[in-house]
């Protein structure tokens, strides 16, 4: 569970910006390119944690069973075992369906 900061919302907002952050007082150094107001920082924390909390590639891949089950089943000719590993990794991709 990620937990964004306003260094993390700045760089996403303003990649190419250089500014510092002192005791969480930004110090804005490019005069070209505007600074984003609390509320955009805010509201790109809130972005950004939500794209995290809803990736499914990234909890599929915390949950599939691991990948030598499958070709131990290969090797050894085991189709039950291959079988129950696919069926393992249906059930991962039940649980998160992509968007």
Do not use: H
């Not at 964004?4 to 910006?17: D, G, H, R």
């Not at 505007?34 to 920082?41: A, H, L, R, S």
């Not at 990234?58 to 079988?83: C, F, T």
């Amino acid at each position: 569970m990620s937990n964004f900061t306003k260094v993390e919302a700045l760089y996403s907002l303003t990649p190419n910006a250089v500014w510092s952050i002192t005791d969480g007082v930004i110090d804005w150094q490019s005069p070209n390119i505007k600074q984003p107001t609390d509320t955009e920082i805010a509201a790109e924390i809130s972005r950004l944690q939500s794209k995290y909390d809803n990736d499914y590639s990234r909890k599929r891949a915390a949950e599939y069973p691991p990948m030598e089950d499958y070709l131990d089943g290969i090797v050894k000719g085991d189709q039950a075992q291959i079988d129950e590993y696919i069926a393992k990794c249906l059930a991962v991709k039940d649980k998160y369906p992509k968007p």
